[in-house]
């Protein structure tokens, strides 16, 4: 299956961006996934083809239109079952079991936002689901929506040469990723831990456990918590 993403944006010349390069760019070309960048503009029904407006009740900026938006919606979904994703600061967190659920998939609509934001209505009635990839603001939707391209696109089958490498990282299995190291043996006086070349597996996996364990404690509480919370 080949998973299909679809991005409404207002500047399509965006993507595939960096995902036209190393394993994801790969993988492009050999058709494990596809992209296709649609103009919402070209959804505009008056002669200069605007697609935002102001704000009703007043204040700064711009909206994005709700009835040129759900146009652009309506002509790319057909009817298909892909969830419907807005790029937003003020959406849920996108966490790595989102982008496992999501990599699981047929694909994605993914809508990117501009301007001041897109009205309530639209978003409302068209299913789609907020998702923020961090506390902070972009000046539009499309460097998140290839950050969360980027997550799901190198987890799917095939696509990594190991797939090993998607498992142990930070945030599976609710812990960040332990530290790494490779030769040269000594380096500028540091040398590699001696568990790591022992050659004992189990010995390994443990002090990898440990130190995983000790850098969440240290750098993100708040995962142990969350998989405390989970296992109850």
Not at 11 to 23: A, D
Not at 25 to 49: M, N, P, T, Y
Not at 204 to 214: G, T
Request: hydrophobic share 40%.
């Amino acid at each position: 299956m080949t998973f299909k993403a679809t991005v409404l944006t207002l500047y399509p010349e965006m993507f595939p961006g960096h995902l036209q390069y190393s394993l994801a760019g790969k993988a492009l070309e050999r058709g494990q996934w596809s992209l296709d960048a649609v103009q919402i503009r070209e959804f505009a029904a008056d002669r200069h083809r605007s697609v935002d407006d102001t704000p009703a009740g007043g204040g700064a900026g711009m909206v994005l239109k709700p009835d040129v938006l759900a146009a652009a919606i309506d002509h790319v979904s057909n009817g298909d079952t892909r969830p419907r994703l807005l790029m937003s600061p003020r959406g849920k967190p996108l966490s790595q079991n989102r982008v496992r659920e999501l990599a699981a998939g047929e694909g994605a609509i993914i809508v990117c936002g501009r301007f001041e934001g897109v009205d309530q209505r639209v978003i409302e009635a068209r299913g789609l689901e907020e998702v923020s990839i961090g506390d902070y603001i972009l000046s539009g939707g499309e460097p998140a929506a290839l950050t969360l391209l980027d997550a799901v696109v190198r987890i799917l089958p095939g696509v990594m040469g190991n797939d090993l490498s998607g498992v142990h990282e930070s945030f599976e299995g609710g812990l960040l990723e332990h530290p790494h190291y490779t030769r040269p043996q000594l380096w500028e006086g540091r040398d590699i831990p001696a568990i790591l070349t022992s050659g004992n597996h189990a010995a390994i996996d443990k002090w990898r456990h440990e130190q995983a364990l000790a850098l969440t404690k240290e750098r993100r509480p708040d995962l142990l918590k969350k998989t405390q919370a989970e296992t109850k």
